[in-house]
């Protein structure tokens, strides 16, 4: 699998995953996928659910809109988060809005301040711009 973001040992981030890379995924010894795509996103893989199931994934779906971040969305991935085992491989279409959720979730479970998740960002390449991150920047603030 080429570019997948290793937020943490619990939480990876990338794009679309493919039926073949979802089985890769379980093979690698992930648990869990959080796909937060809207069903509807050109690309999307409609039966995704049926699919990470087949191989033994957890699955867990919270569309995510990409150009504006929502605080309720965002709480609801954390809460889905907390009935999942890890590590957890999240997705979105090309892996922006996914590696914010994984470094929200790795953020918030370790307490770690702005500055923190701030250098986190930048050390994995995360853009710190990306609406998700932002808005939980600024609730850090």
Request: charged share 20%.
């Given at each position: ?45 409609v039966d995704e659910q049926q699919q990470a199931k087949a191989v033994g994934l957890e699955y867990v779906n919270v569309p995510l809109k990409t150009n504006s971040a929502n605080d ?70």
């Amino acid at each position: 699998m080429s570019n997948v973001k290793k937020v943490s040992d619990e939480f990876s981030a990338g794009g679309q995953p493919t039926p073949e890379t979802l089985k890769q995924l379980a093979d690698e010894g992930y648990k869990s996928v959080v796909n937060l795509r809207s069903l509807d996103e050109t690309g999307a893989l409609v039966d995704e659910q049926q699919q990470a199931k087949a191989v033994g994934l957890e699955y867990v779906n919270v569309p995510l809109k990409t150009n504006s971040a929502n605080d309720n969305l965002t709480a609801t991935v954390l809460s889905e988060l907390q009935g999942l085992p890890t590590p957890v491989y999240f997705h979105c279409g090309a892996g922006g809005r996914a590696s914010a959720l994984a470094l929200i979730a790795f953020a918030t479970q370790q307490k770690l301040n702005r500055e923190q998740v701030l250098a986190r960002a930048k050390e994995l390449d995360i853009n710190p711009d990306q609406p998700y991150l932002q808005k939980f920047l600024e609730n850090l603030s």
